[in-house]
């Protein structure tokens, strides 16, 4: 009678979410020069969510129409990704992941179409095979490409539409002249979807100079740019999608859809972001009382997580439903009328000192 109850409970308040991320994998493949993965290697920790964890978060699939396998690693690795699917997609759910290529051979090609999964993200940092190569390092652009006018095939031959595959370009100040051909890239490939994104999580300060809206000299070069491509991507009835170059210091929004959606990471952490994932902070390798650090505007500041729970431990909906999950979430309802002041003060410092936040 109890657990009917509570049950019950869970069902009356349970949220309706746009998606759940699951990072099924902390490893990965690729050494990405400005990935966290790759810059924190020596205190990184590689790790796999156990199958019967994923079985945990079953129940709380029913909050949500889509399912996105992905989280700091490559999806592809997991050695029970396909089962993963498989249970999603048995229960009636759209299923998505973020990929870089390197594993889709022919029969993971073949499976990915048979278990109708509904989006493949596949990263980018160049139009060229020189320039993405150079930045993603362990992944080869012209595989990537065959690849992709491989899965183009298959799709004509099964007759399906499914996977839709959506170019995910990392912007910087080196390849940003390359993303004027990422339109006939998409045409030879099938693509109908690019979402050109910035740099927004700085690890190493090498880096900070590739980030497009340090380059403030420029922004109207890159917004005129970027605005000539959508015009062009949307004559080709291809959507492009961008962040702009400029950061709205003003902005109280978050580009992640914290009130929509949330992530649940490798340990089965609940989070509002990749960038609030607990693994980024942990730092095994570091002399006691160092925490991993990344700079914004300048400054080296400490990772920090933020779970608000655990699925081994609670429902999602319980997680969801605590005091301070909601107050967190309020913060970015513009129905709830305050002074940036009063917003950025309740703020987690996290999202305060982020270029998400700001718009990036």
């Given amino acids: 009678m109890l657990q009917w109850v509570k049950t ?74 396909f089962e993963m699917v498989s249970i999603c997609k048995d ?18 090609l073949r499976r990915l179409v048979g278990l109708e999964v509904d989006i493949i993200g596949l990263s980018l940092a160049g139009a060229t095979s020189k320039t993405h190569n150079h930045f993603r ?3 080869d652009f012209h595989q990537v490409i065959s690849c992709l006018e491989r ?72 917004e005129n740019t970027l605005k000539e491509i959508k015009d062009q991507a949307a004559s080709e009835d291809i959507v492009f999608d961008y962040h702009g170059p400029g950061l709205d210091e003003h902005c109280t929004d978050c580009r992640e859809n914290v009130r929509h959606a949330c992530v649940i990471s490798v340990d089965g952490d609940v989070v ?20 991993p650090r990344y700079i914004f505007k300048g400054q080296f500041l400490p990772l920090r997580g933020m779970p608000f729970g655990n699925i081994g431990h609670e429902t999602l909906t319980q997680i ?6 909601a107050r967190f979430r309020d913060l970015f309802d513009p129905a709830i009328r305050r002074k940036p002041e009063q917003i950025w003060s309740q703020m987690p410092k996290s999202c305060v000192q982020c270029y998400k936040r700001l718009g990036a």
Avoid at 320 to 325: D, G, L, Q, R
């Fill in 8 to 81: 019950q409970l869970d069902k009356m308040t349970s949220p309706t979410l746009d998606w759940v991320q699951v990072e099924v994998t902390t490893h990965c493949n690729a050494a990405c020069c400005y990935c966290p993965h790759t810059i924190m290697k020596n205190h990184w920790a590689n790790r796999h969510m156990p199958i019967d964890l994923f079985h945990e978060l079953l129940p709380f699939l029913k909050y949500t129409d889509l399912v996105y396998l992905q989280g700091w690693g490559e999806p592809l690795l997991h050695h029970d990704f």
């Fill in 91 to 108: 229960r009636g759910k759209r299923v998505g992941l973020t990929t870089n290529g390197m594993l889709m051979g022919e029969d993971t």
């Fill in 137 to 139: 390092k362990g992944t």
């Fill in 151 to 222: 899965l183009e095939q298959i799709k004509a031959q099964k007759k399906t539409q499914f996977p839709e595959v959506h170019l995910a370009y990392l912007m910087l100040k080196s390849n940003f002249r390359e993303l004027q051909e990422i339109l006939p890239l998409a045409r030879k490939t099938g693509v109908r979807q690019v979402v050109a994104s910035n740099l927004t999580l700085i690890i190493d300060p090498k880096l900070a100079s590739e980030a497009i809206f340090n380059d403030t000299r420029r922004a109207d070069y890159y």
């Fill in 272 to 291: 509002p972001c990749v960038l609030t994932n607990p693994v980024l902070c942990e730092g095994h390798e570091l002399a006691e009382g160092q925490r």
């Fill in 320 to 325: 969801w439903n605590k005091k301070e999950y």
